[in-house]
T-cell receptor, first 116, second 109 residues
Framework: DVKVTQSSRYLVKRTGEKVFLECVQD?????MFWYRQDPGLGLRLIYF???????EKGDIPEGYSVSREKKERFSLILESASTNQTSMYLC???????????????FGDGTRLSIL | QKEVEQNSGPLSVPEGAIASLNCTYS??????FFWYRQYSGKSPELIMS????GDKEDGRFTAQLNKASQYVSLLIRDSQPSDSATYLC?????????FGRGTSLIVHP
């Protein structure tokens, strides 16, 4: 069974802090993703990675960066946290599939981040 | 940018009824679709995958994909209060996933 583990379920930080959210998957998936989810706005893609040391911007990358030094680990970094980054953050992974077109994503439990 | 549209709802159905959830998409190249269920406060979980035109049944759930009309649906038969959740549809979208905003389903006793 696929397991995507996010380091924290709840996190409270202060404005201006540098915040690290960690995600680890155990299925040797090529693709990893970071989303944020806010009421009424659905899932919004922040960054994704399809290989080690590779990263691509999603729809809302501003204020965030990512790191993928190992295949199983994908980190989201809030460079200088602001109150508008208070949200639920979801990590997901997927394999490429036989045709390279992408397979279903498997999600972690999420991190509810509050910036005070 | 691939677009996926869903009616946000809420869709309210009585227990035991059929719930019909719909999704339209703009990318004619999408070969398959995934349906996810998300309970309040939880993360999305995959419930159905459909890889070809037509219907796919799994227990009380039936997914329908119509590529010509760029339309995909999820039918839930004998709806139960435990089916109350938000349902998200998504094509695999190659490397860049695109999710609909989800339809909220409420099954009332």
């Amino acid at each position: 069974d696929v397991k995507v583990t996010q380091s924290s379920r709840y996190l409270v930080k202060r404005t201006g802090e540098k915040v690290f959210l960690e995600c680890v998957q155990d299925m040797d998936h090529e693709n990893m993703f970071w989303y944020r989810q806010d009421p009424g706005l659905g899932l919004r893609l922040i960054y994704f990675s399809y290989d080690v040391k590779m990263k691509e911007k999603g729809d809302i990358p501003e204020g965030y960066s990512v790191s993928r030094e190992k295949k199983e680990r994908f980190s989201l970094i809030l460079e200088s946290a602001s109150t508008n980054q208070t949200s639920m953050y979801l990590c997901a992974s997927s394999s490429l599939g036989r045709t390279g077109g992408g397979e279903p994503q498997h999600f972690g439990d999420g991190t509810r981040l509050s910036i005070l | 940018q691939k677009e996926v549209e869903q009616n946000s709802g809420p869709l309210s159905v009585p227990e035991g009824a059929i719930a019909s959830l719909n999704c339209t998409y703009s990318d004619r190249g999408s070969q398959s679709f995934f349906w996810y269920r998300q309970y309040s406060g939880k993360s999305p979980e995959l419930i159905m995958s459909i890889y070809s035109n037509g219907d796919k049944e799994d227990g009380r759930f039936t997914a329908q994909l119509n590529k010509a009309s760029q339309y995909v649906s999820l039918l839930i038969r004998d709806s139960q209060p435990s089916d109350s959740a938000t349902y998200l549809c998504a094509p695999p979208g190659s490397y860049i996933p695109t999710f609909g905003r989800g339809t909220s389903l409420i099954v009332h006793p």
